[in-house]
């Protein structure tokens, strides 16, 4: 088994990650809590799924369990579907001394892990992430939301669990797409900070290659992430460089109305856009970009992508990081090695627009 410890102000916890862990996970969660009663919030994939395990070995813990169950998909991290889960809490007459369980992927992750924060000025909870994108980044670091018509995750808390859970196992059932997506984000951590990781990822080869090796790979991610919350729990600097690929990315989700990319798939193909503006400026290594495409090419990410630069730049001016100097941009000193880095927007438009007359 592994473990990692997040140390933080506002309360430490453990991430334990090991195959087959979910069906022990009981004694883990009694360990953290005295709760009598809990309540399992999740999605009605992984309810079908897993449910009937989780609930055995909370059981067997002795804990008493309800459940609620929301449609899978972003489509339910919403106010209505945040307001019926709260009903549904007090429904159960949820008190303060009961514990939470997010039992899903980065959806029920966020929209559980802010009910939590919030319910009754907020209750303990606890993370068991079931898709790679939860296991690897969205479990770890308190973050929690839902989305408004105008934007993802514009209302939400921080609110650390009690720990996290991660069995890899789980990830037997999930499907390529997603596996991909969440393999975009593991890329990331390696080009950001770990390049051993990187190279690790170029020897594996493919989603197929590197699943024998999850529970490692798992682990070196988390302890990344660990780092950077430890620094920044609330995001206002180093934690910043987690989002290497993501103001390409959130841009070209965006253009595509949220349907033509998915996140992973969207950071992807910004991840090379910004090691090939790095180069364009001087200060990340010539070939890093066309190594990044290799990589991405390999894991079943996309790598071409055909848009206007000037409107990729306009979606990229509103991003919440920019300041009047300009685009706040997180690019790469090396492979393994990454920075925070201003440019300005006319500047910005030149690079990407001889980056993308190549169509990358
Ligand atoms: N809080 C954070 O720090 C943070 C970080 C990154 C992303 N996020 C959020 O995460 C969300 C995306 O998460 P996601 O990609 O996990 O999507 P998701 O939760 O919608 O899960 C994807 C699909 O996989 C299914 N599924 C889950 N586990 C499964 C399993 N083991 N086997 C088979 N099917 C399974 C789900 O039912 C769903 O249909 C976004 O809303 C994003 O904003 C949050
Ligand atoms: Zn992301």
């Not at 999605?43 to 449910?51: A, K």
């Not at 939470?100 to 992750?109: H, M, N």
């Not at 670091?141 to 650390?160: E, S, Y």
Request: glycine share 10%; net charge negative; aromatic share 6%.
């Amino acid at each position: 088994m592994h473990e990692i410890k997040v140390r933080l102000p506002s309360g430490s916890y453990k991430i334990q990650i090991e195959a087959g862990s979910l069906g022990r996970c009981g004694d883990q969660i009694r360990a953290v809590s005295a709760a009598e009663r809990v309540v399992v919030i999740s999605d009605e994939n992984v309810w079908s799924l897993y449910g009937s395990q989780l609930e055995a070995a909370l059981v067997n813990a002795g804990f008493l369990v309800d459940s609620i169950l929301i449609p899978p998909g972003e489509g339910s991290k919403t106010m209505e579907c945040f307001a019926r889960v709260c009903g549904n809490m007090a429904d159960l007459h949820v008190q303060r001394d009961h514990l939470i369980i997010a039992f899903g992927g980065g959806v029920v992750g966020d929209l559980a892990g802010f009910a939590a924060a919030v319910y009754m000025r907020g209750l303990p909870y606890v993370q068991i992430p079931t898709t790679l994108l939860a296991q690897v980044d969205s479990s770890v670091g308190g973050k929690t939301a839902i989305d408004l018509p105008q934007g993802k995750n514009l209302v939400g808390a921080f609110h650390q669990p009690q720990i996290v859970i991660t069995d890899p196992d789980l990830l037997k059932t999930l499907d390529k797409r997603h596996l991909a997506e969440g393999m975009a984000e593991i890329i990331k951590y390696g080009a950001i900070s770990d390049e051993e990781l990187f190279v690790k990822l170029e020897e594996y080869g493919s989603i197929e290659g590197a699943l024998p090796h999850m529970e490692d790979i798992i682990f070196h991610c988390c302890d990344t992430k660990r780092v950077f919350v430890e620094q920044d729990e609330r995001d206002g600097g180093e934690r910043q460089k987690l989002n290497f690929g993501h103001s390409f990315g959130h841009a070209i989700e965006k253009m595509g109305l949220y349907r033509k990319h998915s996140h992973g798939e969207a950071v992807a193909l910004g991840m090379v856009m910004a090691a090939k503006t790095g180069e364009a400026l001087g200060l990340t290594p010539i070939g890093t970009g066309e190594r990044l495409k290799r990589i991405i090419q390999a894991y079943q990410l996309p790598t071409k992508i055909n848009v206007e630069y000037k409107e990729l730049v306009h979606h990229m001016s509103m991003d919440k990081k920019n300041d009047h100097e300009g685009h706040k941009l997180i690019l790469l000193k090396a492979m393994g090695k990454s920075m925070i880095y201003t440019v300005a927007e006319a500047e910005l438009s030149t690079i990407l627009e001889d980056i993308l007359e190549l169509a990358l």
